[in-house]
């Protein structure tokens, strides 16, 4: 195992992991994000996730890519919710009216870092506090974040979080995957295998109805395995509102799943979380995708694994629980493992 520390600008940190099989993770203090992840495919390295190259490109481009979203990942209906009858209102965007990924969240935040290194693992610990009535959350939250690379080639992701007034916490991590290494091209011909019986409606606001869908005879269902691409060229209605995915799944089984499959099958990522729902969103930039390592992130140029209790969760009894309160302990757990052919 190595560790290895290089500047990444903004007085941010890269922190680049690499095991003896030749995987390679790099992930920074800003946004407690994923940089790059790269696997050994027929002799060469290969690029499995997007990226950029510094933390300017981050904050000039697209701070959420790859980044630790919080407090609540996802969209809140017109910034507001109640805990305990007392009524909060948090930051919205001036276009839609709801927020989205707690506003001027963690991912454009520096956070603190400690790094460990043994003969098993690689991790960086990231830690944060985010003070009482940041963005309009109620409590002071510490929050640590710890990546993971293992011999075995896993990638590692837990969370860990104390708060001294209850509020809301619901994190995710925002990394998009592209297994054949080129931004520019759409991730349609990847397979996509999922262990979820049903998915959380949304509306044209991408806001969750409330309303479970049963996958069975729609283009949603992925417990067989299916290319994504069957999705993008549906007539499903639900597949017409953001011309792609930005859906929660109900995981169900012990994992892996989900199980994501380059074209080539010459790579895969298997996915085991202790979360109860992934949002897979499908990168539906449509010819707005911003420059990205010399090319242009197309569209469908990504899809994310986002695991976490499903949007909506405050206004559906039955989906999880977001709110944290003092004395609670915090901690989930979520698993990619590399696997090359």
Avoid: C
């Amino acid at each position: 195992m190595q560790l290895i520390e290089k500047p990444f600008g903004k007085e941010a940190t890269l922190f680049v992991l690499k095991n003896e099989n030749g995987i390679e993770l790099a992930i920074s203090d800003y946004g407690a994000r994923i940089v790059s992840l790269k696997a050994p495919v027929n002799g060469v390295s290969r690029e499995l996730v997007l990226g950029f190259d510094s933390a300017e490109e981050y904050a000039d481009k697209d701070p959420y890519i790859g980044a630790s979203i919080g407090r609540v990942a996802g969209r809140i209906r017109k910034g507001q919710f109640v805990i305990d009858e007392t009524e909060y209102q948090l930051p919205v965007d001036p276009e839609n009216g709801n927020n989205l990924h707690g506003g001027n969240g963690f991912d454009k935040r520096l956070w603190e870092s400690e790094a460990d290194l043994n003969d098993e693992a690689a991790t960086v610990t990231f830690t944060l506090v985010s003070p009482d009535g940041d963005e309009g959350f109620p409590g002071n939250l510490s929050i640590s974040v710890r990546y993971t690379l293992t011999a075995d080639n896993r990638w590692i992701i837990d969370y860990f979080a104390e708060t001294d007034q209850a509020t809301l916490y619901n994190p995710t991590n925002h990394v998009y995957f592209n297994l054949l290494g080129d931004p520019g091209q759409s991730v349609g011909e990847h397979t996509l295998k999922l262990a979820a019986d049903r998915f959380i409606e949304i509306d044209s606001a991408v806001l969750p109805t409330g309303n479970l869908v049963d996958v069975t005879a729609t283009p949603f269902d992925f417990r067989a395995g299916r290319p994504l691409e069957q999705v993008f060229t549906s007539e499903h209605p639900q597949n017409k509102i953001v011309s792609g995915l930005d859906h929660p799944f109900l995981l169900t089984g012990a994992g892996p799943q989900a199980i994501l499959t380059s074209p080539d099958a010459a790579v895969a990522i298997e996915m085991t979380t202790d979360l109860p729902s992934v949002v897979i969103f499908t990168a539906n930039f449509g010819e707005e995708g911003v420059p990205m390592r010399g090319t242009k992130i197309g569209n469908h140029g990504g899809v994310t694994l986002e695991t976490q209790v499903p949007p909506g969760a405050l206004e559906m009894d039955g989906l999880g629980e977001v709110i944290l309160r003092p004395a609670a302990d915090f901690h989930t757990q979520t698993t990619f493992k590399i696997v090359t052919k």
